[in-house]
């Protein structure tokens, strides 16, 4: 299968920034940067970035150039959550937090290119990030965005409401300074993704894309690696490797296919063998230790 043949397969492309038809040509075609970013809310990623990590994985082993973006400046604001504003966090610990989480990048994707956005954003003004980027976005704009118009109801910050022309500058600069044509995120980033590629158009008069994963969730409908309030961290000190496997080894079975899809880099044949010999005998969990054993190793 090509690139775009078996993200679809594997279920990882639900919003897609313009055509599909567009997105299928520049996947399958030459080496192109693209970038992924997470902000620094603790010093550890968890597993529910596992996925974020394994589709930059396999675009980089389809030949393309993977930058990740650490946010240490859209993390001292933090982006808007559905229900609540988040804390603000120190700049001592999002400094601390920025150096564990890109030692794990380097790690799980040893050809990343790492970047922080508190490089290009501390020295911006705020007039001149006013003039030069809210300009052109507006507020009709702004209120549309799905995330923005649940939280007028309970209330939301200015620094919370400004969070997605941050991001959406960071694509504007990663395009231009590493020519990333691409951001790839979570869906719930929608909004933030498809800001960065109108101001791209907008400011730079170029064409750039995005795609988002849908967000993987277990049984219950609860966020993937959430047990009781508890995120199961990438970090063995945090959280140790039998944890993950127990919770992993414990997955429904009614998820488990979607898991080897998503978390593992076994093949669609491989996988199909696999879930094939759990139906006969789902007693004997073959899937669910097959999806352990690939992510924990």
Request: some cysteine; glycine content about 6%.
């Given at each position: 299968m090509?690139?775009f043949?078996?993200?679809k ?14 997105l ?11 970038y ?6 603790a010093d550890?990623l968890h ?8 589709m ?9 150039h993977?930058?990740l973006?650490?946010?240490?400046a859209?993390?001292r604001?933090?982006?808007p959550?559905?229900?609540a ?8 610990t999002?400094?601390k937090?920025?150096?564990?989480i ?8 040893p050809t990343?290119?790492?970047?922080d ?9 705020f007039l001149?990030?006013l ?15 799905d995330?923005?118009r649940?939280?007028?109801?309970t ?6 409401f400004?969070y997605?022309?941050?991001q959406?500058?960071d694509?504007?600069?990663l ?11 979570g ?5 933030n993704i ?5 101001l791209i ?10 795609f ?13 690696g959430?047990?009781?309030?508890n ?23 009614s998820k488990v ?7 593992t880099?076994?093949?669609?044949e ?8 759990h ?6 969990r073959?899937?669910q230790k ?8």
């Amino acid at each position: 299968m090509t690139l775009f043949e078996d993200l679809k397969w594997r279920g990882l492309i639900k919003d897609v920034a313009g055509e599909e038809s567009d997105l299928q040509k520049v996947l399958d075609g030459k080496p192109f940067a693209f970038y992924w970013g997470t902000d620094p809310t603790a010093d550890s990623l968890h597993i529910g970035h596992y996925s974020s990590l394994c589709m930059a994985k396999r675009l980089a082993n389809a030949g393309h150039h993977p930058v990740l973006l650490c946010g240490g400046a859209t993390g001292r604001i933090g982006d808007p959550r559905p229900t609540a504003e988040r804390e603000i966090i120190s700049e001592e610990t999002v400094n601390k937090n920025i150096e564990g989480i890109r030692a794990q990048i380097k790690r799980l994707v040893p050809t990343a290119e790492l970047v922080d956005n508190y490089e290009w954003t501390k020295d911006f003004s705020f007039l001149n990030f006013l003039r030069d980027v809210g300009k052109y976005v507006s507020l009709n704009y702004m209120l549309d965005k799905d995330i923005i118009r649940r939280r007028l109801e309970t209330g939301i910050t200015y620094a919370e409401f400004s969070y997605m022309l941050l991001q959406g500058f960071d694509f504007v600069h990663l395009f231009q300074d590493k020519k990333c044509i691409m951001q790839v995120a979570g869906s719930d980033q929608w909004g933030n993704i498809t800001t960065g590629v109108d101001l791209i158009r907008k400011m730079l008069d170029e064409q750039a894309y995005a795609f988002t994963m849908p967000l993987i969730l277990d049984a219950t409908g609860k966020k993937f690696g959430k047990s009781e309030g508890n995120a199961l961290w990438l970090d063995k000190e945090k959280t140790a490797p039998y944890a993950i496997y127990q919770y992993l080894i414990n997955s429904d079975d009614s998820k488990v296919l979607e898991y080897l899809k998503v978390f593992t880099f076994l093949s669609k044949e491989e996988i199909e063998k696999i879930y094939a010999e759990h139906q006969a005998a789902p007693e004997k969990r073959i899937a669910q230790k097959t999806l352990a054993w690939q992510i924990v190793k």
